[in-house]
């Protein structure tokens, strides 16, 4: 076992760490899936933190003024105020 047995040891070792290297957990394939599967998690995020910062202004607008509920019924509901006629214009297809 003397000086064949360490050298043989010693490759057997670093067989092994290479082996996880290549399939382990910790390994480069997995590594770069991780990494990938990130940065679609950063971008949808960035997206999530867009639209909830416009419900937010849309909220601010709704707990302040009237106008911005005034223009929601009027253009989702088609409310019109007593005394106004509710009048639709289209364009006829040449």
Sequence with gaps: MGRRGVPL?????LGILHAQLWF???SV???????????????HNAAAQLAN?????????????LE???EKARSELGMVKPNEMF???????P
């Design 87 to 93: 009048v639709q214009i289209t364009q006829r297809a």
């Design 29 to 43: 394939p997995n590594v770069a899936r991780l990494q990938s599967r990130l940065q679609a998690q950063t971008e």
């Design 24 to 26: 382990g957990r910790g």
């Design 53 to 65: 910062e416009r419900l937010a202004s849309e909220v601010r607008d709704l707990k302040e003024g």
């Design 9 to 13: 040891i010693l490759l057997v070792l």
């Design 68 to 70: 911005m509920v005034e």
